[in-house]
């Protein structure tokens, strides 16, 4: 699979709440980078087990959500995502956000993922 095929199928993966989809595509010394954001004030740094973590609390929180890739640039093994994030609470309220996502693979997998979230 191509890097795009990777990113695109981790995305699919993160939005249909399937933790093992994710899990087999995370690289074992993967690094999420969440920066500061009106949700996360202090932001986050997680690895695969808080990945995990942080699905399991957005799939008890969330009734659905999807990333609508607005552009993806692929540079090897590097991948910047711009991204229009809807979020529906299992209340029925949704949200939204725009996203930006610098993801680089490692075998073939995710290996390094910075994270930019901007909610209005």
């Keep these: 699979m191509s890097t795009r095929d990777i990113v695109t199928?981790?995305?699919?993966?993160?939005?249909?709440?399937?933790?093992?989809?994710?899990?087999?595509l995370l690289h074992d010394d993967v690094e999420l980078v969440e920066h500061p954001n009106k949700i996360s004030p202090n932001g986050h740094r997680l690895d695969k087990a808080g990945i995990r973590a942080a699905g399991e609390r957005g799939a008890a929180l969330l009734a659905s959500e999807r990333y609508e890739v607005r552009s993806m640039i692929v540079?090897?093994?590097r991948c910047a995502v711009l991204s229009v994030?809807?979020?529906?609470?299992?209340?029925?309220?949704?949200?939204?956000?725009q996203i930006c996502s610098i993801i680089e693979l490692r075998d073939g997998r995710v290996w390094r993922q910075e994270q930019y979230d901007c909610f209005p």
């Design 85 to 97: 994030w809807t979020g529906t609470l299992k209340g029925g309220r949704a949200m939204t956000g």
């Design 75 to 77: 540079d090897g093994e």
């Design 9 to 24: 199928a981790y995305l699919r993966a993160v939005e249909s709440h399937d933790l093992d989809a994710v899990a087999r």
